[in-house]
DNA sequence: TCTCAAACATGACTTAGATCATAAATTAGT
DNA sequence: ACTAATTTATGATCTAAGTCATGTTTGAGA
């Protein structure tokens, strides 16, 4: 979807500075967020306060949908990574996009069954398998988006929030991996190779 | 998706017996598969064997689509709880079904979200709760279909093949639940109240 | 280049849930 | 109604990962 055509329409641009919430757990979706420029992360929080990173979304991107599709309650809170500037567009002009803009709908239909792919990859890993195989998954998932050379620019509590562990395990588990020549890391950090 | 629709422009019925393989990890997506009748179960299996329950789809209901939407080989297998009879359709018609018939495409992104929504709540339940919280999460859910005195027709393993634990972990703890007055169960069997 | 906060590291101890083994209760098929 | 096969049940260990505590390294901003 052309960001710019949603501006023409006179839909509102909305700024939230980093680290603001832009919609928290048990809301009544009211609109679909289309991110002009930065970025949001999409976390859901346990009863313990602990935190699951379930997506990440980047300038281009949009998210809210499935909530209000199906008019179910947020179930995550997202919050901007950075400053943001995103396009909220209403239930009905978000139906209006999908029924008149036919390359809309389909591309719709990718993203969701993506992130749906995402997700069974995750469920089947948190389900199955211990913390190295986890973590290696994300790891070589993250990896997939970067050039060899660079590295990943994400924190071990990041990864933490992605794949169900805590800190010190995924500390400890990258160092394995590392050893047993699984990945590469530099000064902490984790390269493509 | 009006299955009589599929059959009157003479796509192809197959039957699966029960417990035959319908697709398998690894396989390049073909087809969707509309079940005509019958139940089938979408499993991944770890390395060490261990299954996990993707899903369970029933009569009048479609799988399979993720996979071919976006071109990757499926990551799980589908097997036919019972004896069933599904319509394979291929890419091309379903992307004709997806261009031609607005209803259905709003009827697919429906379904993708609604399992979207699915798989982050258990995402978020695998990540961070443990056993017991787990469990009730899923009885919960599974008892929102079926009607007051009715009980569940689920066993302990497939339970534990649902949430990533293990049987022993699974009786343990509905035990608890039910001694916490949480659930309630009937010669094992777990009936909605 | 110095300082402070964030991120990484590592050891010691605890625990939820896995594993293994064995038995009782249901259910299905004849 | 009777057997065989599932399914549920329970106790005794074991272990991966969590928890807590206390460093050390890295990097961003003055």
Known sequence: ????????????????????????????????????????????????????????????????????LI????????????DSQVIAVNK?????LIKNEPDFSMELIRTLSTRLFYKSMMLEEL????????LLTIINYLLGDIAVGENLKVTRQELADMTGLRVETVIRSTKILAEKGLIKTMKGKIVKV
């Open 1 to 68: 979807m052309n960001i710019q055509k949603l501006i023409d329409k006179g839909l509102k641009l909305k700024s939230y500075s980093k680290d603001s919430v832009i919609y928290e757990p048990g809301m009544q979706p009211r609109y679909v967020y289309f991110i002009k420029l930065g970025e949001v992360r999409m976390v859901t929080v346990s009863d313990e306060g602990k935190e699951f990173i379930q997506g990440v979304f980047k300038t281009g991107q949009y998210f809210g949908e499935p909530a209000l």
């Open 71 to 82: 008019d179910r309650p947020y179930l995550a809170f997202t919050i901007a990574n950075k």
């Open 92 to 96: 009905e002009d978000f139906f209006e």
């Open 127 to 134: 389900a199955s398998e211990k913390a190295d195989h986890r």
